[in-house]
């Protein structure tokens, strides 16, 4: 099969490949401050995110795939496809979740005053949003969360906690998911919430990851009073106001893309450093392994971004593309390790330091639980897709 883009999205990707180029630090400057992907942990980096996101918005490119009149780009799926594709494959600063979550919501369930105050921050890149979903006993059965909202007068109070919060030390803003009736059925009584950082009675608790990386956070309410003005949707619909996700490109190429990056880097390694291949030798059938790998699991993203540019939804499809992804990305990995031996465990600037592939590696432990278990991909390929019964 031979693939090829249309011209116009081809040359689309030659531009944003020279805004890239104009715009991102070079390539080792970005390694040494650790800015690889914009991880949000400290001031420093949050001003580095932001300040990038602000050229994305003066562009027009923030949010491409919103339709234009919300502000976004109105770009196809195939435009979307390139542009996730190279902003990740050149480690560039990731989405806010303004951009993926709230603003979506908004688009379909906001009230005017609510679209007219919010959205405009958003694709401006004013405000920085974070994500309350999970809790202790709500991660992948997020519809058993138990943070109460109870209203009283023009306000709801909220009391509860939230965990695995990125960001929630740098937002602005909280997306937040609470129960306002406790006695509806689990998947219903949710209402969603937008929530001032700010407001009195959140605190903010760091957790340091197996990275050592301060990116999540629990997220603590104690009687915090949120204006029922910041309801979106219908109270007691939030569950299904939570799974909007429109018509935007969805594909998983992200992983792709930087699994190729990171490929790249490694051979780059293995050529320059001959004596690490003949330590282990067969780290070059790994290699090769995963540069394949990173082909496959492209074309898994570029056909659920093809189904959705031709009407169709893609299910167990978007599925097989994300878990492939994930367990690719840890073999990558491990494929570093190897090749890299006691090397690889130096980090963050150490001296003698090859690449900081030690952060990837315990980074990489998440990938098969974050954005969905391999567990439930599994399942969803298993009963969508293939159309086994339910176990």
């Known amino acids: 099969?031979?693939?090829?883009?249309?011209?116009?999205?081809?040359?689309?990707?030659?531009?944003?490949?020279?805004?890239?180029?104009?715009?991102?630090?070079?390539?080792?400057?970005?390694?040494?401050?650790?800015?690889?992907?914009?991880?949000?942990?400290?001031?420093?980096?949050?001003?580095?995110?932001?300040?990038?996101?602000?050229?994305?918005?003066?562009?027009?490119?923030?949010?491409?795939?919103?339709?234009?009149?919300?502000?976004?780009?109105?770009?196809?799926?195939?435009?979307?496809?390139?542009?996730?594709?190279?902003?990740?494959?050149?480690?560039?600063?990731?989405?806010?979740?303004?951009?993926?979550?709230?603003?979506?919501?908004?688009?379909?369930?906001?009230?005017?005053e609510q679209k007219q105050k919010f959205i405009p921050r958003i694709t401006g890149a004013d405000d920085w949003w974070c994500t309350l979903y999970s809790e202790p006993g709500a991660g992948s059965d997020l519809a058993a969360l138990q943070t109460r909202a109870t209203r009283d007068g023009d306000d709801y109070v909220i009391n509860g906690q939230k965990i695995w919060t990125s960001g929630g030390h740098l937002a602005d803003w909280g997306w937040l998911a609470a129960r306002t009736d406790p006695d509806a059925p689990k998947h219903k009584g949710i209402t969603m919430f937008m929530v001032n950082m700010k407001s009195p009675g959140v605190s903010v608790s760091p957790l340091i990851n197996i990275a050592d990386r301060h990116g999540f956070n629990e997220v603590f309410f104690e009687d915090v009073r949120v204006p029922a003005s910041q309801v979106v949707g219908e109270v007691n619909r939030g569950w299904y106001h939570m799974a909007v996700a429109l018509d935007f490109e969805r594909s998983g190429i992200q992983a792709y893309a930087g699994g190729r990056r990171t490929v790249e880097r490694l051979i780059g390694v293995a050529k320059q450093r001959p004596e690490l291949v003949a330590r282990r030798p067969s780290v070059r059938h790994e290699l090769a392994d995963r540069s394949i790998e990173v082909n496959v699991g492209?074309?898994?993203?570029?056909?659920?971004?093809?189904?959705?540019?031709?009407?169709?939804?893609?299910?167990?499809?978007?599925?097989?593309?994300?878990?492939?992804?994930s367990e690719m990305s840890q073999r990558i990995s491990n494929t570093g390790m190897h090749l890299l031996g006691t090397l690889g465990q130096l980090r963050d600037g150490t001296k003698h330091q090859v690449i900081d592939q030690a952060t990837n590696y315990l980074q990489s432990v998440s990938a098969t639980v974050a954005a969905g278990t391999s567990e439930i991909q599994r399942g969803i390929i298993a009963t969508r897709g293939l159309g086994l019964p339910r176990g």
């Open 298 to 325: 492209t074309f898994l993203a570029y056909r659920v971004a093809t189904m959705q540019a031709r009407g169709m939804v893609p299910n167990h499809e978007a599925s097989a593309s994300k878990l492939f992804g």
């Open 1 to 112: 099969m031979r693939y090829a883009y249309e011209p116009d999205v081809e040359a689309f990707r030659k531009e944003v490949r020279q805004f890239i180029s104009e715009n991102l630090p070079p390539e080792e400057e970005r390694l040494q401050r650790g800015y690889e992907g914009g991880f949000k942990t400290n001031q420093e980096e949050y001003d580095y995110t932001m300040g990038f996101q602000k050229k994305l918005s003066d562009r027009g490119w923030l949010a491409m795939a919103w339709p234009k009149e919300y502000g976004g780009g109105g770009a196809s799926h195939m435009r979307q496809l390139v542009y996730n594709e190279e902003m990740a494959y050149h480690g560039a600063p990731s989405m806010n979740m303004g951009i993926a979550w709230v603003g979506p919501s908004l688009m379909l369930y906001g009230t005017g």
